[in-house]
């Protein structure tokens, strides 16, 4: 087990690596282009184009400018040129929005896949069955900011049911967060539950057709017990792993057209607004940060996954 | 399947969605006599006997008018709905298509080289996969975006300017390559150790020529199965990219550029919003339906998580 | 006299699938007394499997057509609500199935798995349970049971889990074990230390046991009475020494025949029955051996009933038309009990 964990945590440090690597590419190296000018923004005077060179070293050697990037990445000394403020402030000022939508959107999805896909599975080809894989395939096909835009519509605009967007923190009135977040929540459920009861369902089968489940009710344990206790717990761990890429997906920023449509002021957010200003240093810190929260947990989702799938550790 | 009224159905939609975007020319120049960029900002028609601003004194524009010109309404800047759905469709659709393709040529091709050669092959691809599968799909997608549209892409004698259209699918295709790739890298995985394998390599069979022959022929029917899914997910993709202003660039139309629009005027003028989210929905729906019976009929188990 | 542990009657049971009704069992019916191994021999496809699942139970399904009748202790299971049977899946009634690492739990460890069985069934507090557990996986020869209670079952050998499952369906004391080909998947010399195994509990503790197999060769180590199935009915059936000395049904006489012996002379050729196994629920009319035997003649049109063996004992019989002289006279080939190839022995 111990060497599981081992080899995985290399294997996660060497995808980071990479992953800095590839950023920098991505922002500074892309061929044709002054990648000064990427970073200085558009409409960048002359004279923030001399800073930037400097600051960035883009006369540099490509090693030397990747190590100065990780530098300032890391020190949270990056700085946007197009308003003059520090990137890493920004983006922790809107983390509690993101973090609230992600955990608050993944406990409804969760739950929400878990009941219909066990409905779903207990007659397959029945009506609920079938209308749960239509409904599915409607809320996968739906982009998630038109849901939103539609609730938005219907019940914060024409009736008033619900704020029309913005965030509360959960600090300054909690029934005010509650009220500000559940449109999001659910907007950015819809899809997700599409997606995770399908995928249950289909472990579901497959797993009670597994011969371990025949042994089970040979023994004479009861329907609940046997589906809660075998069935349920081996056909939730591919949904566990999935979850937990979505989940840092959402943190990382994933959310974007969520948090902006709701206004929520968050990380995902804040990657919009730089994005309409084609400001590149807050993208930049963002898809780097957003990256590696999601290598770090997808590595301890599949570390537990091990822990309740002894097998896995056998695995190269 | 061909009993299957659902898939005939969604296989029918999407066809007729897909035609009319073919024909927006002729729409254009026969229904509405207008393109998708003019400009009919100071214009004024006749609705149902009324003369009418396109755009009135306050920069709300009209609505559907339900006759040939301007059957959809206008947008804020006066220009017909109807034709630039159409027109928009085309670019959406092409782009879908084209990422598709893309995903599929690329994430095949690795998936099979990275299962079939393992070793050093397999390593150094499979991390290549799990960096572009680290990256959430939008985000990647709006870092691509963003650092090509300023310069465009230029790979030695191949030059893509960045308000190219190329831009966008080739994003959105190379996004999507780690989903397809790992699956039929496990798939491959399996299908190597299996006998018929075996049989050809002691018949002296080189690599490629089993590749070609034996494991191709099975990894088809899983590729198969994405194909639906990529390629609705490329459009949503799109529109998502667009909509934030990392995809398609305006004046050029797309659903995701209409849409985009369409939120910011929902209280004066829902059928802005309203036209490219039923066009887009219509479309992905489809395709997301028709790929789920296609599932069902083939019988097939591997999912996109590709553990 | 008592009554029989298990009585099967008339048992039909049908799979509706796309392509129509699949018969898996078209007629079988068989006793087992309490302290009497019974082994169900046949080809894959004879049914042997879906009549020990319907025993249990398990075959029941909104797709299934179950006819006949099958009696436990006297009481009839067929209709049975399943909360009853529920009860008596363990105490009454116990099953060993043929692959033991697939068919334990991979994510649980085995220890906590017999522990399930005994806490659905009895209210022990787990100290208790857990001593049963360890002292069940002893008497079935598995060594340091404290410590195999924390393994899980991809690390356990197949010989080993199947020990432990046989522990598992020991661990309530049915009054009947099945086990269902669970000799199988593991070496020959695992096997017999199973097979013994079995033989003990049904010797030292009196339970009835229902042993399926296609191999004649565990049939003739532990079998007290035997059962050959054919095509979803029985064939024949008698007692061991019956079976393997006085075989009445073509079939039964292929079988041996096939069955290559150290005890003989090599023979050039290894024996088989002409044809192919038919494939479950192709009924036609008459004698359903009728394709493959060598015997055959204008009667064997008309599907046989089963007769009992004249001048045998009760629970003898065969379903074929030849005379207990003509079956005594045609058996034999070169000296051996087998089948004679098609158009020859006659």
């Given amino acids: 087990m111990a060497r599981y964990i081992a080899r995985r945590l290399v294997s996660s440090l060497v995808v980071l690596f990479l992953v800095s690597v590839f950023t920098f590419l991505i922002f500074q190296v892309i061929p044709n282009g002054n990648p000064a000018l990427r970073i200085a923004g558009r409409g960048a005077s002359s004279a923030t184009l001399a800073t930037v060179v400097k600051e960035w070293g883009f006369n540099q050697p490509l090693y030397v400018q990747y190590a100065d990037m990780m530098r300032k990445i890391f020190t949270g000394s990056v700085v946007s040129y197009s308003g003059n403020i520090n990137v890493m402030q920004q983006l922790r000022a809107g983390l509690p929005a993101t973090i609230s939508l992600a955990v608050g959107a993944s406990v409804i999805w969760l739950s929400g896949a878990i009941v219909i896909g066990v409905l779903s599975s207990r007659r397959i080809g029945g009506t609920v069955d079938r209308l749960m894989g239509v409904l599915a395939s409607v809320s996968i096909s739906v982009p998630v900011y038109v849901i939103g835009a539609v609730a938005l519509y219907f019940l914060a605009y024409k009736v008033a049911i619900f704020p029309n967007g913005g965030y509360v923190p959960m600090s300054q009135s909690f029934f005010g967060w509650l009220d500000h977040m559940i449109l999001p929540w659910l907007c950015l459920s819809v899809g997700f539950i599409g997606l995770y009861s399908r995928v249950l369902r289909s472990s579901i089968i497959e797993t009670e057709g597994e011969d371990f489940v025949r042994t089970a009710k040979a023994k004479g344990l009861t329907k609940r017990r046997i589906l809660v206790h075998h069935v349920l717990r081996t056909s939730l761990i591919p949904i566990i792993s999935l979850w937990g890429l979505d989940f840092a997906g959402v943190i990382g920023g994933g959310a974007i057209l969520v948090e902006t449509l709701f206004n929520l002021q968050g990380v995902g957010q804040y990657a919009a607004e730089s994005i309409g200003l084609l400001d590149i240093p807050p993208i930049m810190v963002i898809v780097m940060y957003g990256t590696f929260f999601v290598v770090l947990l997808t590595t301890a989702v599949d570390i537990l996954h091990a822990f309740a799938e002894p097998r896995v550790r056998l695995q190269a | 399947m061909l009993h299957d009224k659902v898939a005939i159905g969604s296989v029918i939609v999407f066809a007729l969605i897909v035609i009319a975007c073919l024909c927006a020319p002729l729409y254009a120049r026969f229904v509405a006599g207008t393109g998708p960029d003019a400009n009919h900002v100071t214009e004024v028609i006749t609705v149902g006997g009324k003369p009418t601003d396109v755009v009135s004194t306050s920069g709300i524009p009209i609505g559907p008018t339900w006759q040939s010109k301007f059957l959809l309404g206008a947008d804020s800047n006066g220009r017909d709905v109807a034709v630039r759905l159409l027109y928009g469709g085309r670019t959406s659709l092409a782009i879908g298509f084209l990422a598709a393709a893309i995903t599929l040529t690329f994430g095949t091709l690795t998936g099979i080289l990275a299962g079939f050669f393992r070793g050093w092959t397999d390593t150094v691809l499979s991390r290549a996969l799990d960096v572009i599968w680290a990256y959430p799909v939008v985000l990647l997608g709006i870092a691509l975006g963003t650092a090509l549209e300023l310069g465009g892409l230029k790979v030695g004698p191949v030059v893509i300017s960045g308000n190219s259209l190329f831009v966008p699918a080739l994003i959105i295709g190379f996004v999507f390559i780690p989903y397809l790739a790992r699956p039929i890298r496990t798939q491959v995985l399996l299908l190597r150790e299996r006998e018929f394998v075996a049989a050809a390599r002691l018949l002296g069979k080189g690599s490629l020529s089993i590749i070609v022959s034996e494991v191709l022929p099975n990894v088809i029917s899983a590729v198969v199965v994405f194909v639906p899914l990529i390629v609705a997910n490329a459009i949503l993709l799109e529109a998502g990219l667009s909509y934030l202003g990392a995809g398609v660039q305006a004046p050029n139309p797309s659903w995701g550029t209409m849409i985009a629009s369409g939120v910011a005027l929902i209280t004066s003028t829902p059928s802005l919003l309203f036209a490219p989210v039923i066009m887009l929905v219509a479309t992905t729906v489809s395709m997301n339906l028709f790929g789920e019976s296609l599932r069902n009929a083939l019988g097939t188990t591997t999912s996109m998580t590709g553990r | ?346």
């Fill in chain 3, 1 to 346: 006299m008592t009554e029989p542990l298990l009585e099967v009657e008339g048992l039909r049971v049908g799979f509706s699938t796309d392509r129509g009704v699949v018969q898996a069992v078209e007629d079988v019916s068989l006793e087992l007394d309490e302290g009497e191994l019974v082994c169900i021999v046949g080809e894959s496809g004879c049914g042997k499997s879906v009549t020990a699942l319907t025993i249990m139970g398990l075959t029941r399904s909104p797709t299934t057509r179950i006819e006949g009748s099958v009696r436990f202790e006297g009481s009839e299971l067929l209709d049975a609500p399943e909360g009853d049977l529920r009860s008596l899946r363990g105490p009454g009634i116990a099953i060993v199935f043929q692959e033991p690492v697939t068919s334990l739990n991979p994510v649980q460890r085995v220890g906590p798995q017999i522990a399930e069985q005994i806490q659905a069934h009895t209210t022990l507090d787990s100290g208790e349970t857990r001593q049963r557990v360890i002292e069940s996986m002893r008497r079935l020869g598995i060594p340091q049971p404290e410590q195999r209670w924390y393994a899980y079952p991809h690390e356990l050998s197949g010989g080993m889990c199947q020990r432990v499952m046989i522990a598992m369906a020991m661990s309530c004391s049915p009054r009947l074990l099945i086990a269902d080909e669970c000799t199988t998947a593991l070496d020959v010399t695992i096997q017999a230390q199973i097979l013994l195994q079995l033989r003990g509990l049904c010797d030292d503790h009196g339970i009835g046991e229902l042993l399926i197999t296609h191999d004649l060769g565990v049939v003739a180590e532990v079998a007290d009475r035997v059962v050959v199935l054919y095509n979803g009915r029985v064939v024949e059936q008698g007692t061991v020494r019956t079976i393997l000395e006085d075989p009445q049904h073509p079939y039964t006489w292929g079988l041996l025949g096939s069955m290559p012996r150290l005890d003989r002379p090599r023979r050039e050729h290894l024996s088989t029955i002409p044809g192919a196994p038919p494939e479950p629920g192709t009924a036609g009319g008459g004698c359903s051996f009728l394709a493959r035997c060598p015997h055959a003649f204008d009667r064997c049109l008309e599907e046989p009933p089963l007769t009992p063996v004249p001048g045998a004992s009760a629970r003898e019989s065969a379903r074929c038309w030849l005379t207990l002289d003509q079956r005594r006279r045609l058996r034999m080939v070169g000296g051996d009990i087998g089948l004679a190839p098609a158009g020859g022995g006659r």
